[in-house]
């Protein structure tokens, strides 16, 4: 597992050296989801309780998030932005859970040394709890945003001078602006701030009676100025890693396959487990994905699935033509091995440049998401292995599906 990590470790400081700048940092709390990373010098959790647990009950992505618990005070973890200093301009991505009912009240608070600004939700201090609110040196004023249960990015965009985004064409103002999944609504400039100092979470503003918490995940700060839903976020793992007792119950054999689909410990943290598919007889159907993750946002995703395509172990033979396919998007790893055991292939080939653009598959939020990983079924080889360490979708950027039903051409036939 420690070997898995460092390499995709490494692997990660390559893909994101072009996108993010110096001083940006990037937690999605699979990894460092404790306490001691969250007391840890980045981290200062003030008079509460911020840990990491594994939530998965109604959740449709299934991780490793940050909890800020108020009990039986307010939790206000705090982390300091930017470059050394503290202060600089740029772009902060916030995802958290609302569960539609339990959250009480939060902010989720951005400060410079002059001013604060912050998006959250308040039951009792604004008069509704069904719409979330924006908070500008203490003003607090409804988006008009409606407040509904799943995963939402909140976003705040620190700029020295308005203009337009070049990549996407959508404007950006002096100040800071604040978005909710991607949306604008009245008053959500503080025009004077242009600069960021900390992020901190405030879970129940004073209110100590109030049971409160609030689920964390996926928090990216770049100190380059970006519009809109950042590219790479993380937003959904299938299964943690294919962890017992759900990390086979939820793949499937294609009928007619010889395809045997298992868990198998790590040797080095044998608590950590992949999903291993053995094929004796060389029928090379393959098998799916049959669980309930549901895609949370209608965009283009990188499918990330780290894998091993034999001969790992003994004298297994690579699945020829390994193809992996998300929704209606296919990708053909082919039939090269990886290199013996250790030695990591990835899907997409995520080293290469702009590689989110060429790898990216459609899909429809709220569609449950559907994967397959097969093989030539023509092929005479047999005793064929493949092993996954885990499947991840990232964001690259949202998209228009094409209309459900399209004009036809008409055509006259004549005999």
């Known amino acids: 597992m420690k070997k898995i990590l460092c390499i995709s470790f490494i ?6 050296s072009g996108a993010f700048a110096a001083g940006s940092w990037f937690d999605d709390f699979e990894n460092y989801a404790d306490q001691t990373a969250l007391e840890a010098s980045d981290w200062n959790a003030l008079d509460g309780k911020a840990d990491g647990i594994l939530d998965s009950t109604n959740h449709f992505i299934r991780t490793q998030s940050m909890r800020c618990e108020q009990y039986p005070v307010e939790t206000r973890p705090t982390r300091k932005m930017g470059n050394d200093v503290g202060l600089s301009t740029g772009t902060l991505s ?15 608070r951005v400060s410079s040394p002059f001013h604060y600004v912050a998006l959250g939700l308040r039951d009792d201090q604004v008069g509704v709890d069904t719409e979330y609110t924006c908070n500008k040196d203490g003003v607090v004023i409804n988006t008009g945003v409606t407040r509904s249960t799943g995963w939402h990015v909140f976003l705040f965009n620190a700029n020295v001078s308005s203009g337009t985004d070049k990549d996407n064409g959508l404007p950006y103002e002096l100040g800071t602006e604040m978005l909710i999944d991607a949306q604008r609504f009245p008053g959500n400039v503080l025009d004077t701030m242009t600069l960021l100092l900390d992020l901190t979470i405030y879970t129940n503003l004073g209110n100590a009676t109030d049971q409160n918490a609030i689920w964390v995940d996926s928090i990216q700060w770049l100190s380059v100025g970006a519009v809109g839903m950042p590219k790479q976020t993380r937003m959904g793992n299938i299964s943690l890693e294919f962890q017992p007792p759900v990390g086979t119950t939820e793949w499937q054999e294609f009928y007619g396959s010889a395809t045997e689909v298992t ?3 790590d040797g080095i943290d044998p608590t950590n487990y992949f999903l291993d598919a053995y094929d004796e007889l060389g029928y090379f159907k393959g098998f799916y994905y049959k669980g309930t993750m549901t895609v949370p ?15 790992t172990w003994d004298t297994h033979n690579p699945w020829p033509d390994l193809t992996f396919k998300v929704g209606d998007t296919e990708f053909h790893e082919g039939s090269t091995t990886t290199g013996g055991t250790g030695i990591w292939a990835y899907v997409g080939a995520p080293g290469k440049l702009n590689w989110y653009y060429r790898t ?3 899909l429809i939020g709220g569609d449950t998401i559907s994967i397959e990983v097969t093989g030539d079924p023509l092929s005479p080889l047999q005793d064929c292995f493949v092993r996954l360490a885990r499947c991840e979708l990232l964001y690259v950027r949202d998209y228009a599906p094409p209309p459900i039903t399209a004009v036809q051409n008409a055509w006259n036939l004549y005999e």
């Open 11 to 16: 692997l990660s400081l390559f893909l994101v």
């Open 94 to 108: 916030l995802w958290f859970y609302d569960d539609g009912a339990d959250i009480k009240s939060f902010d989720i």
């Open 263 to 265: 868990n198998k410990p």
């Open 297 to 311: 946002r209608t965009a283009y995703y990188v499918f990330e699935c780290p894998y091993q395509n034999g001969p």
């Open 360 to 362: 990216h598959a459609p």
